[in-house]
C-alpha cells in the first residue's frame, strides 16, 4: 500500500497501539471445561466409593434400592464423561457444550437430592455449587439460565413428592412433607431458588470482571512490548534510512544526468526507467521507514473533529485508486475540538482508510464513526466488511514489516500506532475472517464547547 500513502506526513516522536483482539469466550471456556470434566471425574470417583463402603457397611435391605441408584448414576456419570473426552476436540460451539454439560449436571444433582430426601435432602447446596460453576464458566448469562434450571428441578422434585409419585416409584418418602404447611413448602423453594439467582449474579458479576481485568492486563502488556520493541527498532531503522537515503540520491542524480547525455537508444532508455521506478519506489520505502523509526513531531493544534474527519474522508473518496471499491458512511457525531496536529490526524486515518478498502474483496462498506464517549473522549472508529483476519494474523499486525499484501510494506499500522502513542491513545483492533475488521482509537476533547 505504500505508494499512497501520505509519507510527507510529520508524526510525533512516539506512538501507541495495541491489538487487543477481543478473544472470543470460546478461548475462555476450553480450558475451564478441561478442568470441570477433570473435577467431575474426580467427584465420581470419590461418590463410587462412598456407595462402595455403604454397601459393605449396610446390610439393610431397604438401602439396596437406594445403592443401586446410586451405582446407576455413577455409571451414568463415567459414560458421559467418557462422551464429553471423545467430544471435547471435535465441538465448535463450546458456549453450548459447557451448557449442555452443566444442565446434564443439574440433572444429576436433581436425581441424588430425590433420593436423599427431596424436600429434606441435605444436598440441595450441591445447586450452588452447579449453579457457581456455570457462572465461572459461562459468565453470568449462563449462571442464570441454570439458577433458572435448578429453580425449576427443585420445585419439580417437590412436586413429585407432594402428589406422592415419588414415593409410588419407591424412591423416597412423601408423607414426612404433608405435616409440613404449604407456606413452608413455598418459602423453602423460594429461598433456594433466590439463592440460586443472587448466586449467579454474584459470581457472574465477578467472572466478568476478572475477565474484563485480564483482558486489559493482557492488552496493557502487549502494548508495553510493542513500545519498546518499536523503540529499539525505531533505533536500528533511523541510522539505516539515513545510510540508505543519501547512496539513493546520487543514483537517481546519476542516472537522470545519463538520460540525458547518452544517445537515445530504447533498450538503454527502458534500463534508465527501470532504475528510476526503482528508485523512486526504495525512495518511498525509506521515507515510510523514517516515519516510523523517527517519527517528527508535530504541531497540535485545536481541531474540529468533524470538520477535519469530513476533510480527509473526502480526500479519500477522490482517491481514483480506490474510490470504485467501496461505499462510504459516516456517522460523525463529535461535534468536538481535539489537539492535534493535522497530518498526524490525516495520516491515521488515511491509513486505516486505505487498509479497510484494500482489505475489500471486490466491494464493499468502509463505515467511519466519531462518537463522544464519558471519558470526555472521542471515539474514533474504521470499520469495514472486508476479508477481516485470523487471531494469528492480529497477533503480528502491529510489527513493523508485517504485511499480507504482495506489495504492502507492513508499516502502515506501526506508523499509526507511533502516533496515536505521542496522544496517549491506544488503537484497539477487532476482526473476524470473512466478515471484517474494525479499528477503534480515542482522542481526548480539548473542549466540550459545540462549534
Ligand atoms: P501493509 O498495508 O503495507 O501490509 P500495514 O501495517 O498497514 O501494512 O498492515 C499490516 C497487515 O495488517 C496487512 O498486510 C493486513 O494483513 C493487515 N490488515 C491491516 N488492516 C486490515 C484490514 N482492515 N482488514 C484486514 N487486514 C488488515
Request: glycine share 6%.
Given at each position: 500500500?505504500?505508494?499512497?500513502?501520505?509519507?510527507?506526513?510529520?508524526?510525533?516522536?512516539?506512538?501507541?497501539?495495541?491489538?487487543?483482539?477481543?478473544?472470543?469466550?470460546?478461548?475462555?471456556?476450553?480450558?475451564?471445561?478441561?478442568?470441570?470434566?477433570?473435577?467431575?471425574?474426580?467427584?465420581?470417583?470419590?461418590?463410587?466409593?462412598?456407595?462402595?463402603?455403604?454397601?459393605?457397611?449396610?446390610?439393610?435391605?431397604?438401602?439396596?434400592?437406594?445403592?443401586?441408584?446410586?451405582?446407576?448414576?455413577?455409571?451414568?456419570?463415567?459414560?458421559?464423561?467418557?462422551?464429553?473426552?471423545?467430544?471435547?476436540?471435535?465441538?465448535?460451539?463450546?458456549?453450548?457444550?459447557?451448557?449442555?454439560?452443566?444442565?446434564?449436571?443439574?440433572?444429576?444433582?436433581?436425581?441424588?437430592?430425590?433420593?436423599?430426601?427431596?424436600?429434606?435432602?441435605?444436598?440441595?447446596?450441591?445447586?450452588?455449587?452447579?449453579?457457581?460453576?456455570?457462572?465461572?464458566?459461562?459468565?453470568?448469562?449462563?449462571?442464570?439460565?441454570?439458577?433458572?434450571?435448578?429453580?425449576?428441578?427443585?420445585?419439580?422434585?417437590?412436586?413429585?413428592?407432594?402428589?406422592?409419585?415419588?414415593?409410588?416409584?419407591?424412591?423416597?418418602?412423601?408423607?414426612?412433607?404433608?405435616?409440613?404447611?404449604?407456606?413452608?413448602?413455598?418459602?423453602?423453594?423460594?429461598?433456594?431458588?433466590?439463592?440460586?439467582?443472587?448466586?449467579?449474579?454474584?459470581?457472574?458479576?465477578?467472572?466478568?470482571?476478572?475477565?474484563?481485568?485480564?483482558?486489559?492486563?493482557?492488552?496493557?502488556?502487549?502494548?508495553?512490548?510493542?513500545?519498546?520493541?518499536?523503540?529499539?527498532?525505531?533505533?536500528?531503522?533511523?541510522?539505516?534510512?539515513?545510510?540508505?537515503?543519501?547512496?539513493?540520491?546520487?543514483?537517481?542524480?546519476?542516472?537522470?544526468?545519463?538520460?540525458?547525455?547518452?544517445?537515445?537508444?530504447?533498450?538503454?532508455?527502458?534500463?534508465?526507467?527501470?532504475?528510476?521506478?526503482?528508485?523512486?519506489?526504495?525512495?518511498?520505502?525509506?521515507?515510510?521507514?523514517?516515519?516510523?523509526?523517527?517519527?517528527?513531531?508535530?504541531?497540535?493544534?485545536?481541531?474540529?473533529v468533524k470538520?477535519?474527519i469530513e476533510?480527509?474522508v473526502?480526500?479519500?473518496?477522490?482517491?481514483?485508486?480506490?474510490?470504485?471499491?467501496?461505499?462510504l458512511k459516516k456517522e460523525i457525531i463529535a461535534d468536538?475540538?481535539?489537539?492535534?496536529?493535522?497530518?498526524?490526524?490525516?495520516?491515521?486515518l488515511?491509513?486505516l482508510l486505505?487498509?479497510a478498502?484494500?482489505?475489500?474483496?471486490?466491494?464493499?462498506t468502509i463505515e467511519i464513526t466519531a462518537i463522544p464517549d464519558?471519558?470526555?473522549?472521542v471515539s474514533i472508529h474504521v470499520r469495514d466488511?472486508?476479508?477481516?483476519?485470523?487471531?494469528?494474523?492480529?497477533?503480528?499486525?502491529?510489527?513493523?514489516?508485517?504485511?499480507?499484501?504482495?506489495?504492502?510494506?507492513?508499516?502502515?499500522?506501526?506508523?499509526?500506532?507511533?502516533?496515536?502513542?505521542?496522544?496517549?491513545?491506544?488503537?484497539?483492533?477487532q476482526?473476524?475472517?470473512?466478515?471484517?475488521?474494525t479499528f477503534s482509537f480515542s482522542l481526548?476533547?480539548?473542549?466540550?464547547?459545540?462549534?
Amino acid at each position: 500500500m505504500f505508494p499512497q500513502r501520505f509519507d510527507s506526513i510529520p508524526v510525533y516522536p512516539f506512538s501507541s497501539g495495541s491489538p487487543v483482539n477481543k478473544a472470543d469466550a470460546a478461548g475462555h471456556i476450553h480450558p475451564k471445561l478441561k478442568w470441570l470434566m477433570f473435577a467431575r471425574l474426580i467427584f465420581t470417583i470419590f461418590l463410587l466409593g462412598s456407595t462402595l463402603y455403604l454397601q459393605y457397611q449396610s446390610k439393610e435391605p431397604s438401602i439396596s434400592a437406594f445403592i443401586t441408584i446410586l451405582y446407576l448414576l455413577i455409571a451414568v456419570i463415567f459414560f458421559l464423561s467418557l462422551l464429553y473426552a471423545m467430544m471435547f476436540d471435535r465441538i465448535e460451539r463450546h458456549w453450548l457444550f459447557a451448557f449442555i454439560q452443566i444442565a446434564l449436571d443439574s440433572f444429576i444433582v436433581s436425581m441424588i437430592v430425590l433420593i436423599t430426601g427431596g424436600f429434606f435432602s441435605i444436598f440441595s447446596f450441591l445447586y450452588l455449587v452447579i449453579v457457581i460453576y456455570a457462572s465461572m464458566i459461562l459468565y453470568l448469562r449462563g449462571g442464570i439460565a441454570l439458577a433458572v434450571l435448578c429453580g425449576l428441578q427443585y420445585a419439580a422434585i417437590v412436586f413429585l413428592q407432594l402428589v406422592d409419585v415419588a414415593e409410588s416409584v419407591g424412591i423416597n418418602d412423601g408423607a414426612a412433607l404433608h405435616q409440613i404447611g404449604y407456606l413452608q413448602i413455598i418459602l423453602k423453594v423460594g429461598i433456594t431458588t433466590i439463592a440460586c439467582f443472587a448466586v449467579a449474579v454474584l459470581s457472574g458479576l465477578l467472572t466478568e470482571q476478572n475477565r474484563k481485568t485480564q483482558s486489559d492486563l493482557r492488552a496493557m502488556e502487549m502494548h508495553v512490548k510493542r513500545v519498546e520493541k518499536m523503540a529499539y527498532m525505531g533505533e536500528m531503522a533511523a541510522g539505516l534510512a539515513h545510510e540508505i537515503k543519501n547512496p539513493l540520491a546520487s543514483v537517481v542524480g546519476c542516472i537522470q544526468l545519463l538520460k540525458e547525455e547518452l544517445r537515445y537508444d530504447p533498450d538503454h532508455q527502458r534500463l534508465m526507467e527501470i532504475v528510476l521506478r526503482e528508485t523512486d519506489r526504495l525512495g518511498h520505502l525509506v521515507n515510510e521507514f523514517l516515519l516510523f523509526a523517527r517519527p517528527p513531531a508535530g504541531k497540535p493544534e485545536l481541531l474540529n473533529v468533524k470538520q477535519a474527519i469530513e476533510e480527509i474522508v473526502g480526500l479519500f473518496e477522490k482517491d481514483t485508486n480506490y474510490s470504485h471499491r467501496f461505499t462510504l458512511k459516516k456517522e460523525i457525531i463529535a461535534d468536538a475540538t481535539i489537539l492535534m496536529d493535522t497530518g498526524h490526524l490525516r495520516q491515521v486515518l488515511w491509513n486505516l482508510l486505505l487498509n479497510a478498502a484494500e482489505a475489500l474483496q471486490g466491494e464493499g462498506t468502509i463505515e467511519i464513526t466519531a462518537i463522544p464517549d464519558s471519558n470526555d473522549e472521542v471515539s474514533i472508529h474504521v470499520r469495514d466488511n472486508g476479508c477481516g483476519m485470523t487471531p494469528e494474523t492480529i497477533q503480528k499486525i502491529f510489527d513493523p514489516f508485517f504485511t499480507t499484501k504482495s506489495e504492502g510494506t507492513g508499516l502502515g499500522l506501526s506508523i499509526v500506532h507511533r502516533i496515536l502513542e505521542a496522544y496517549d491513545s491506544r488503537l484497539d483492533v477487532q476482526s473476524q475472517p470473512e466478515h471484517g475488521t474494525t479499528f477503534s482509537f480515542s482522542l481526548k476533547r480539548s473542549d466540550k464547547v459545540k462549534v
